[in-house]
């Protein structure tokens, strides 16, 4: 089982995790408190830390600058300090495919495995806020198909630009004088809808060869560069089994159709446990969470994701939606919320109630370590993204009491076996195309 572990909002995965006992908000500028949490993790036999990132600061309503702790420093930065207090641990940033170039991308992501020894990851999104365009000399966000062939075509780029240099090319030799060898040095010169780039890159070809993409989109568009391109998913974790089987077939299916094997594209769902020594008192944590939560803020949420203000609408009347415009930010899970409303009557309270708590796993240690084993054994996981409750206590209580649990039933390593992201994750190393 492959374990990743992931950090949105610096306090935890929701909007208010900050608030939460044991909360460090003060330190989210702080290079130590992430150090103890790629400690923390990297002790755990966690194959990765991944470290999500956004553009913008979320101000489209007065409660997300209010209530919501996320200034955090940019990925680049801070995966680049990690190196230095980790040795086995993968290292995944963010990149919005649709706000970078790809010279930029290629070069910071080669740069981040040459200095870890071969643990560098990449997450490929493509944004989906109009906040985000506003940053980058936009009105609104890029029609979600433009965005995802802007990715697809990103990645290209990215790995030619990553085979810029023959394995072996760049060979100093002091005695001769010879620094490299221009034979084999490949100039991409990319031309296509998007990009146009020479290259080569000012990097040779780095550790792993190319560094590990992990993407996170699950709509259709999403699924197809996964299919394509992607080693590892983030896929929502919520859905009942059958679901979530049927989630991973898609995306095993759509690699074998790309001309891959089954075991190149990981399917890792997100899973946020809350845990309690009963199963009673870890639901009357997702509770305390909930009560943290400032009514406006869960309305104004939904409100962002409906893509329409929602505030004069009344929170005890049967809440009706017009779901035909569609969704230019995140489908699945404007998805999500159509599928709730189509099949149950809601008002609005109780919507945003549902979607704040559909994303928790309240239980013991046994019951969490249950429910992973049987997702990992019943053909529905590769492993998961743990999107931890609250930062840091989620992540130590889940190291401190699932993972024993994991070990001893024999789904999880007990400790990480190689010092390289692609060895933890059991991928191959990918040959050079001029190879
Ligand atoms: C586990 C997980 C992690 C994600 N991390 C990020 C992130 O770091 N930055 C981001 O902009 N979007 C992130 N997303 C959102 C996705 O990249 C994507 O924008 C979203 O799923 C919408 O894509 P879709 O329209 O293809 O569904 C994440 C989604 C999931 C499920």
Known sequence: MILTAMLFYPGGEHLTSWRLPGGRPADYLSVGYYEDFARTAERAGFAALFYADELYVWDRFPS???????????????????????????????????????????????????????RAGWNLVTSA????????????????????????????????????????????????????????????????????????????????????LFQAGSSEDGRRLAGQHAEAVFVPGSAPLPGAQ???????????????????????????????????????????????????????????????DLSDRPLDEEFRFDFAGGSNQVQTVYEGIRKLVDRDRFTLRELYRVMLRRRFLPGTPEEVADWMTERFTAGAADGFTLAFSSVPQGLTEFADQ??????????????????????????????????
């Open 64 to 118: 997300g600058v209010e209530h919501v702790a996320n200034l955090r420093p940019e990925p680049f930065g801070l995966l680049g300090a990690l190196t230095r207090c980790t040795e086995r641990i993968g290292l995944v940033a963010t990149v919005s495919t649709t706000y970078n170039e790809p010279f930029h991308t290629a070069r910071q992501v080669g740069s981040l495995d040459f200095l870890s020894s071969g």
């Open 129 to 212: 806020s109009d906040e985000e365009a506003r940053n980058f000399g936009l009105d609104r966000n890029l029609d979600h198909a433009a965005r995802y062939r802007r990715g697809a075509e990103f990645v290209e780029v990215v790995h030619g630009l990553w085979d810029s240099w023959d394995d072996g090319a760049v060979a100093p030799d002091v005695a001769s004088g010879r620094y490299a060898d221009p034979a084999g040095m490949h100039v991409l010169d990319h031309e296509g809808e998007f990009f146009r780039v020479r290259g080569p890159l000012n990097l040779p070809r780095p550790p792993q060869g190319r560094h590990v």
């Open 246 to 308: 049927r989630l991973y077939e898609d995306y095993k299916s759509r690699a074998v159709a790309a001309g891959r094997a089954r075991s190149d594209l990981l399917v890792l769902p997100a899973l946020s446990p809350v845990l309690g020594a009963t199963t009673a008192q870890a639901h009357e944590r997702v509770d305390e969470i909930e009560a943290l939560t400032p009514d406006r803020l869960s309305l104004d949420w939904l409100s962002h994701h409906l893509g329409v």
């Open 402 to 435: 699932v993972v024993p649990l994991l070990v001893r039933r024999g789904v999880l390593a007990p400790e990480l076996p190689e010092a390289t992201l692609r060895g933890n994750l059991g991928l191959p190393v990918p040959r050079s195309r001029w190879a």
